[in-house]
DNA sequence: TTCCAGGAAATGG
DNA sequence: CCATTTCATGGA
């Protein structure tokens, strides 16, 4: 096992781990203690993630990060935790109004995520009217069924499986998982993968609004589930997934965005969020899941 | 019991 | 093109 430490100088506002890694944007972490949610603070807290066959720990640790490995996972973590991004210059940049106030005062250290994208476009295709603990019981299933093994201090760990080993699964072995109508969704999007009938590499290089297009070939993937594979999976900073959490805060709080449909919407609400669009929608998000307003 | 969850696909106009 | 209906599952 390796280890080593992330310093805080080289994390420009630092992170908030827990909250990052626990606002629904991947679900891909594991809490040492097994406790999910918002409520406990992360300092000193592990968590555990897969990497390219490797398993990474991260821990808070004086504003920077505690890291054990089997590999070094230094530059693995700066991309999917988004530690180069400048918070505070992205913080003072988000737009000035009532709801995105509350959530900035509330959540510090939130950072977008970048993680690897085939297990968040099947972690999302799953998302469709579940629930967020949910969505991660069924992806960490998926591991512990499908996904090929990592031995790791006395315990094993489960990568997340390959798109050919779920297009092996049958719809009736994926449906006993609990996947419900998703069950096809993700069997047939596992073989368009495998056989190469969605050029998924091509994607980040365009722009934004055909990319939201492309991703919608996949089965059980439309705009929504598109929008958050880009913002989550991809590095795009301008989608706001429409989902219901921000549809009713469009409602609330920006009625004057409300438009017919869904690309409209999108558009007229993205002006409305300040430069990184995706970036503000985390800190909304998060913020009306877990009970805020804008007091 | 009833309602709802980070929606998408199928159907009907 | 837009609007409505259907689709599983589990927790509150």
Redesign the pocket.
């Known amino acids: 096992m390796k280890s080593g430490h992330v310093p805080a100088s080289s994390i420009p506002g630092e992170i908030d781990l827990r909250t990052t890694l626990e ?3 991947t679900f891909l972490w594991q809490p040492e203690d097994g406790s999910h949610g918002l409520d406990a603070g992360s300092e000193g807290e592990w968590f555990q993630t897969i990497a390219d066959g490797e398993v990474i720990e991260v821990s808070e640790r004086r504003g920077g990060l505690d890291w054990r490995s089997t590999t070094d996972p230094t530059a693995t973590l700066r991309a999917r935790l988004g530690l180069d991004a400048n918070l505070p210059d992205i913080r003072n940049a988000f737009p000035d109004e009532p709801v995105v106030e509350a959530a900035k005062d509330r959540f510090t250290g939130l950072r977008l995520v970048t993680e690897p994208v085939v297990p968040t476009l099947f972690s999302f295709i799953l ?6 603990d ?1 969505i991660h019981r069924l992806v960490t299933d998926l591991r512990e069924h499908y996904g090929d093994p990592i031995e790791w201090r006395d315990t094993t760990v489960h990568a997340f499986p390959t798109p050919e080993r779920l297009a092996r699964a049958t719809e009736r072995e994926l ?1 006993d998982l ?1 996947l ?2 998703r069950a096809p ?1 993700v069997k047939a999007t596992a073989e368009l993968l495998r056989d190469g009938g969605v050029a998924l590499d091509s994607v980040p290089s365009m722009p934004y609004e055909d990319a939201r297009d492309a991703l ?1 070939e996949f ?8 929008d ?1 594979v880009l913002l989550f999976g991809m590095g795009f900073e301008e989608p706001v ?1 429409l ?4 549809q009713s805060a469009i409602a609330e709080y920006f009625p004057d965005a409300q438009r ?2 869904y690309g409209e919407t999108s558009r007229a609400i993205r002006s409305r969020l300040g430069p990184r669009p995706g970036y503000t ?2 800190y909304v ?1 998060t913020h009306l ?1 877990t009970g805020g307003s804008a007091e």
């Open positions: 606002s629904g944007q998302s469709a009217q579940m629930r967020i949910r449906r609990g419900g109508y969704y919608t089965v059980g993937v439309g705009p929504k589930v598109s958050c997934p989902d219901t959490w921000i017919g449909s929608q985390t998000f899941r």
